[in-house]
């Protein structure tokens, strides 16, 4: 995002919920109560307009009267607040995250690492309420709540999430962020940047990215895993190695933190019935796709001369189980010891019978 830094000197000079809470202070005291209800300001739930007319005695058209007069003086006493200059930069910041940006976004903008707590949200949202020229995207299953000021901003949007899901499920593959960029050039987007493609793709919830960082489809396990099989496949890819079952575990519960917590057993369980997964030691699993087989170090042995079809030195021959065995020397030398495989020949020569 572009001029990000002259923003945040602003943001450091202007407490925005601080200047908000002042302004909703200005209302009449029943539009006051109305709008701290119906944006959660208190953070004790948001009121419906139903529940809001009982309390008042007054019909829930009249609560949206109320509401919309009071967001209307809001707009009015912002003016002296220079509200409006908040405004002008998320304007401005929506501009350069390509004419729109989801809500989250928006509220990470304005209160950066503090976006999780919830009263910035409440805070955000009537900000946002103030401006009559920007228009709202609801929520839906392809897309976040997504704002913006030009209209062909949104529909170029969603034409270009849509193409890229079509390009998805006929090749049936990720895509690295470069992959999409040069995807987008060969269908006459190469206008848009790279820093605006990301914010599209952070805004849907079709094409989603993997903890891996691929790109793909949200219905495929292996970019939005729904089980401790798929988390766990994820995880090694991630790793790039080969882990242990319970290490395995502890990765699965750090990345998808928010979600059911994984336990060590029921991964294991999955382990053994995938053939994604290869023991390679003790309780040490890889990935089927790096190059390992599975079975015992005597059926190592039997892949590795079969292959090379020539006699070897102990030690060479050692090496290379252990890249696709997590095992100790002295089982693989034991191993060799099988007359009924293998045949030892002076300097600890090795071939195969």
Known sequence: MKDNKKFNIINRKTDIKELVLNMIQELPERQKNIIIKRFNIDQNGINTLDKIGKEYGITRERVRQIELEAIKKLKYIGEKHNITLILNNIKKAI???????????IIKYLFKDKSRDNI??????LVLSLDDKIKIAKETKEYKKIYFYKKENFTKFKDIIGMLEKYLIANKKNLSLEKILNLLKDKKFSYLSKEFVKFYLTSNKIILQSVVGEWGH???????????RDKAYLTLKKNKRALHFIEITDGINQIWKNEKKA????VHNELIKDKRFVLIGRGIYALAEWGYRPGTVSDILLEIFNKDRKAMD???IV???LKKRNVKKNTIILNLQ?????EKLANK???LK
């Not at 501009?95 to 976004?105: H, P, V």
Request: glycine fraction near 4%.
């Open 338 to 342: 099988n007359k009924k495989y293998f």
């Open 314 to 316: 102990q030690n060479e």
């Open 349 to 351: 020569i090795y071939r």
């Open 263 to 266: 336990n060590n057993q029921t």
């Open 218 to 228: 949200q219905k495929w396990p292996h970019i939005n895993p729904k089980n401790a």
């Open 319 to 321: 090496k290379k189980v």
């Open 95 to 105: 501009k350069d995250c390509g004419g729109l940006m989801s809500e989250e976004e």
């Open 120 to 125: 910035n949200k409440r805070v955000s949202l």
